[in-house]
């Protein structure tokens, strides 16, 4: 699995237990080994560019995730690769440590366990799973928590 990680946030982040998360989330799901992911961090003003540029939205937002080549990856067992038989380029995660700092002050935990949250909710999104609707979202931040638990109980053997 590789894993490209950016910090221009200007930010101090733990990008090894980043790396950690996703590589984790990754695997659970049973993602080809050969996929390669891109995780960027970046500051608000980037972010809220991004949001509006791409979502529409104003001011900055937690996470954004881009796809690349939805249709090769590989939830499992079976063709390992992509089109011509290259790695799948899952796509991009884009983080922003200072909203989630703020979000983690307001849900009462560290903004380094935010971001591992978003970072999950990011694989979450280019895999193709999403939160429109309720059953949607029942699904996905159940997952996303199942996946949180499990990272954390490897973390502390």
Same mark, same amino acid.
């Given at each position: 699995? $590789? ?8 930010? =101090? ?8 998360? @996703? #590589?984790? @989330?990754?695997?659970? *799901?049973?993602? /080809?080994?050969?996929? =390669?992911?891109?995780?960027?961090? +970046?500051?608000?003003?980037? *972010? $809220? ?5 791409? *979502?529409?939205?104003?001011? %900055?937002?937690?996470?954004? @995730? ?10 499992? %067992? !079976?063709? @390992? /690769?992509?089109?011509?038989?290259? %790695?799948?380029?899952? !796509?991009? +995660?884009?983080?922003?440590? =200072? ?34 609707? %309720? ?10 928590? #199942?996946?949180? $638990?499990?990272? #954390?109980?490897?973390? $502390? #053997?």
């Amino acid at each position: 699995m $590789s894993i490209e990680i950016a910090n221009e946030s200007g930010a =101090e982040v733990d990008t090894d237990a980043v790396l950690a998360v @996703a #590589r984790h @989330a990754l695997d659970e *799901m049973g993602v /080809n080994p050969l996929a =390669e992911l891109s995780v960027l961090l +970046i500051d608000i003003e980037y *972010m $809220s560019e991004l949001n509006h540029r791409w *979502m529409g939205g104003d001011g %900055p937002t937690d996470v954004l @995730a881009f796809p690349m080549d939805e249709g090769s990856v590989d939830h499992g %067992p !079976g063709e @390992a /690769n992509g089109p011509g038989g290259e %790695p799948a380029l899952l !796509g991009d +995660i884009v983080l922003c440590p =200072e909203v989630a700092a703020k979000q983690a002050a307001t849900a009462g935990h560290t903004p380094a366990d935010e971001l591992h949250l978003l970072t999950v909710h990011g694989v979450l999104h280019l895999l193709g799973y999403d939160h429109a609707e %309720p059953e949607e979202e029942r699904e996905m931040f159940a997952l996303q928590a #199942r996946l949180l $638990s499990s990272w #954390r109980s490897t973390r $502390s #053997r």
